[in-house]
């Protein structure tokens, strides 16, 4: 993030990466967001699927989720305090490209891989043959927003519910656990030899996402 910070240019990046990091939305529900999907005061995002909707078939702007499953996702403060400093432009929707036109999920492809992930490559070394930050996809945002939830103890009935989907299979391929963590849970088991804590479950704060 600090890598768009730095580059004014890639502010609109910097909203987009903010925006499908703490969401877990497709991007084609991402670019469709529109100022009536929000509620910024019950902070949540609602996506409706729109193939049924002469006023949009008319207008040319039909939103279309996999399933037609409709979703509501709560807001996280992150992502709202961005929201809260893009101006609204007169066709209604939330993101718009560099230029200031309808955004395009290959126009926000592109710019991923050209402006931000060739050149911080070289900062994130993989080995020869092996799939790393280079690698990266819009995508892996999704992974990412899906791995942090499982991470951080949120329920896969509530994950499944944000991301829209049916089939928790489907969740559980996104999920990638952090060798720290497998160790971090090792030392909260209790075999029967040291004083019962309390659930780590009930007690562990979800941390804020930062921009640094």
Same mark, same amino acid.
């Given at each position: 993030?600090?890598?768009?910070?730095? =580059?004014?240019?890639?502010?609109?990046?910097?909203?987009?990466?903010?925006?499908?990091?703490?969401?877990? %939305?497709?991007?084609?529900?991402?670019?469709?967001?529109?100022?009536?999907? *929000?509620?910024?005061?019950?902070?949540?995002?609602?996506?409706?699927?729109?193939?049924?909707?002469?006023?949009?078939?008319?207008?040319? &702007?039909?939103?279309?989720?996999?399933?037609?499953?409709?979703? =509501?996702?709560?807001?996280?403060?992150?992502?709202?305090?961005?929201?809260?400093?893009?101006?609204?432009?007169?066709?209604? *929707?939330?993101?718009?490209?560099?230029?200031?036109?309808?955004?395009?999920?290959?126009?926000?492809?592109?710019?991923?891989?050209?402006?931000?992930?060739?050149? *911080? &490559?070289?900062?994130?070394?993989?080995?020869?043959?092996?799939?790393?930050?280079?690698?990266?996809?819009?995508?892996?945002?999704?992974?990412?927003?899906?791995?942090?939830?499982?991470?951080?103890?949120?329920?896969?009935?509530?994950?499944?519910?944000?991301?829209?989907?049916?089939?928790?299979? %489907?969740?559980?391929?996104?999920?990638?656990?952090?060798?720290?963590?497998?160790?971090?849970?090792?030392?909260?088991?209790?075999?029967? =030899?040291?004083?019962?804590?309390?659930?780590?479950? %009930?007690?562990?704060?979800?941390?804020?996402?930062? *921009?640094?």
């Amino acid at each position: 993030m600090s890598h768009c910070q730095k =580059t004014p240019s890639l502010e609109w990046m910097k909203n987009v990466i903010v925006g499908l990091a703490t969401t877990g %939305m497709r991007i084609g529900e991402f670019v469709s967001l529109r100022w009536s999907d *929000l509620d910024l005061e019950n902070n949540v995002i609602q996506l409706t699927d729109e193939r049924s909707s002469k006023r949009r078939k008319q207008a040319g &702007s039909v939103r279309t989720i996999k399933g037609k499953r409709g979703r =509501t996702i709560p807001l996280h403060e992150t992502f709202k305090t961005i929201l809260k400093q893009i101006p609204m432009h007169h066709d209604g *929707l939330v993101f718009h490209g560099p230029l200031g036109g309808k955004i395009k999920p290959d126009v926000i492809r592109r710019n991923l891989i050209k402006q931000i992930l060739e050149p *911080l &490559s070289s900062s994130f070394p993989i080995p020869v043959g092996e799939i790393g930050f280079e690698h990266g996809r819009l995508h892996s945002f999704r992974h990412y927003f899906v791995s942090e939830a499982f991470r951080q103890n949120v329920t896969e009935a509530q994950i499944m519910e944000w991301v829209g989907h049916k089939d928790s299979e %489907m969740v559980k391929l996104y999920r990638h656990l952090r060798a720290d963590d497998g160790h971090r849970h090792m030392q909260r088991l209790n075999f029967g =030899t040291a004083p019962e804590q309390p659930s780590p479950i %009930m007690d562990e704060t979800i941390p804020e996402i930062t *921009l640094a």
